[in-house]
């Protein structure tokens, strides 16, 4: 039986290991990417509301309204998706 070494385990696993990691970077940094995009369009709704409303609506009250009028068509047309939900 031939016992493998350190070496030989490492020649044929790390390539697989490096692209498995790095995959998961990009996948990583895209969600991330469209959290962040999210968050600003977020506040920037939260800010155009509060100013119609002239008071402050909070986040989360921004958050739904934003959620439910504009998430969809500004994920088509900011990520060109028809479905943001690709990414979860």
């Known amino acids: 039986m031939v016992n493998p070494t350190r070496d030989s385990i490492l020649k044929i696993y790390t390539p697989t290991l490096l692209v498995g990691f790095f995959i998961y970077?990009?996948?990583t940094?895209?969600?991330?990417r469209l959290f962040l995009d999210m968050?600003?369009?977020?506040f920037k709704h939260k800010w155009i509301e509060s100013?119609?409303?002239g008071k402050d609506i909070g986040f989360?009250?921004?958050l739904v309204d934003w959620i439910?009028?504009?998430r969809s068509d500004w994920t088509k047309?900011?990520?060109?998706?028809?479905d943001y939900r690709k990414f979860f």
């Open 25 to 27: 970077i990009f996948m």
């Open 29 to 32: 940094q895209d969600i991330y």
């Open 39 to 42: 968050k600003e369009e977020i």
């Open 51 to 53: 100013e119609k409303q």
């Open 60 to 62: 989360e009250n921004a």
């Open 68 to 70: 439910t009028k504009h």
């Open 77 to 82: 047309d900011k990520y060109n998706l028809r």
